[in-house]
């Protein structure tokens, strides 16, 4: 079971998850594992070897890799006597880079983690340590600083086996506007709550530019995609979808396409797209264009560009999935996860080494424009810092305001959990429905969720064989573990 710590706790559930990597190994060589926290303290000088350490990260290397890496390990050297090295795996290299590191028995210590469709399946094979009992006493301010519901996020049968980053962790969904359009049509875009509040917006726009639309939607949006259409469910299953509403304190598992208000939101969709609202070529179109009037996007207050405004209408809401966007693993096998958790402190703790991190050497790579804001300088060190820790002792970037951090943390205080929170489910005893599930609904969710065909005639036909696949098996499935889960962490 998750141990309690004495702080205010925050229930919290967000977006998107990216991958799953499978981790093994350890790159760690010292005599004497430290027990002692690393925040923003100096390393004691001694005679010891430092400590190699290694950090293995996804993303495109940056430019200047070399020159921020060697600031990287001066400062760690310094405060912990670890000499870290860092490793990027491009993004589409990223999991077949960790399967082959894990077959080949290559040693390193940290690995960026995301996405829970195989979480299950890594720590059945052993590749996540277990810092249960270490995080508490040998970094309590890292500990200490993590809301309790994220380490919920990254919990496995009572194991944590990973530091979530604490950022955008709750998952809070906005409608983004076009800033010009609002401003040019007078619309009142924060009285826009569900989805019907929507449609007398889209009617004022399509008459005030009849050859334009709207809404502009796309192939790709899935059931993820407009979320306005199904949101409401924490997502056990992405495909098929099948979660547990937030609201229900039962936790009933249940078929997302099979739910009321799912079909009154489908076919209001169905008949903006007969009124023109929503273009034509939606369940086909691959491509975005840069610039929308509307769209719905998990996003923070500042989190859009300088040129569009956006108005909250759900959440925030804590799942395991949102938590698991991106969170640090340590190997199994590491000989020193005190220290490889120091460096993880350092990051989450340390405002200097988290900018270093994040956007490389002041005066080469940005220059402060304010006490914590920020003007890129050139684009020669960029890297993903969402996958690296928090956000909250970050410097903010112009044009975005100064307090934008301060806000977003703010936000995620206000945010519920879901009733599952920490539940992982594990897809190995119905994996073959999973599979043939997947691809029908890949068959009639772009159609659907675009408004492209009419939800009453095609949605009956996917619920049909979608059973027919196996999908209440699923479903039986899910609920047989939810139940379990509940029992075990009352």
């Not at 401003?183 to 875009?189: S, T, V």
């Not at 019907?196 to 993820?224: C, W």
């Not at 469910?233 to 739910?259: F, H, L, M, N, T």
């Not at 790579?365 to 890129?376: D, L, M, R, S, V």
Request: some cysteine.
């Amino acid at each position: 079971m998750l141990k309690k710590v004495i702080r205010k706790s925050l229930a919290l559930a967000v977006t998107g998850t990216l991958l799953a990597t499978s981790l093994a190994g350890c790159g760690a060589k010292s005599d004497t594992p430290s027990t002692n926290s690393g925040n923003n303290k100096k390393s004691e000088s001694n005679s010891e070897a430092p400590v190699d350490l290694v950090w293995w990260t996804i993303g495109n290397e940056p430019k200047d890799f070399a020159l921020v890496s060697e600031e990287i390990k001066k400062y760690t050297l310094e405060k912990l006597n670890v000499n870290l090295q860092m490793k990027y795996a491009s993004w589409g290299e990223y999991n077949t880079k960790m399967s082959k590191i894990v077959q080949s028995g290559e040693q390193f210590d940290i690995a960026f983690t995301s996405g829970i469709e195989n979480y299950q399946d890594l720590l059945n094979k052993g590749y996540f340590m277990d810092l249960t009992e270490l995080l508490p006493t040998t970094t309590p301010a890292l500990y200490d600083f993590i809301p309790e519901d994220l380490w919920k996020g990254v919990t496995i049968n009572g194991k944590i086996l990973g530091v979530p980053a604490y950022k955008d962790s709750a998952q809070a969904q906005y409608w983004i506007w076009d800033k010009a359009t609002v401003e040019e049509l007078g619309i009142d875009y924060e009285s826009v709550e569900t989805l019907q509040d929507l449609e007398p917006v889209l009617q004022k726009i399509k008459e005030a530019r009849p050859n334009e639309y709207p809404l502009i939607l796309n192939a790709n949006e899935g059931i993820n995609g407009f979320n306005a259409a199904i949101n409401g469910y924490d997502e056990i299953v992405v495909k098929p979808a099948i979660g547990v509403s937030y609201q229900d304190s039962s936790a009933k598992v249940v078929g997302i396409w099979e739910q009321e208000n799912v079909m009154e939101n489908l076919k209001t969709l169905h008949s903006w797209f007969n009124k023109g609202y929503i273009n034509p070529d939606a369940a086909t179109l691959l491509e975005l264009p840069k610039t929308r009037v509307v769209s719905s996007a998990q996003s923070f207050e500042g989190g859009w560009k300088d040129t569009e405004v956006g108005h909250k209408y759900f959440g925030p809401a804590y799942s395991t999935r949102t938590i698991q966007g991106s969170f640090l693993s340590i190997s199994v096998g590491c000989t020193n996860p005190e220290k490889a958790l120091q460096v993880i402190e350092l990051i989450n703790t340390d405002e200097y080494f988290r900018n270093l991190l994040a956007f490389g050497i002041e005066g080469t790579h940005y220059e402060k424009t304010g006490e914590n804001t920020i003007k890129k300088l050139n684009d020669k060190y960029e890297v993903p810092a969402y996958t690296q820790g928090t956000f909250f002792n970050m410097y903010v970037q112009e044009p975005n305001p100064a307090d934008q951090w301060t806000k977003l943390k703010d936000l995620q205080e206000t945010a519920f959990a879901s009733p599952v929170l920490g539940f992982t489910f594990d897809s190995s005893k119905v994996q073959n429905q999973i599979s043939a599930c997947a691809n029908i609904e890949s068959k009639y969710g772009s159609s659907l969720i675009t408004g492209s065909v009419n939800p009453e005639e095609a949605l009956p036909k996917m619920i049909a064989e979608l059973n027919a696949a196996g999908y209440q098996d699923i479903i039986a499935e899910a609920q047989r573990q939810v139940d379990e889960f509940l029992v075990n962490n009352k």
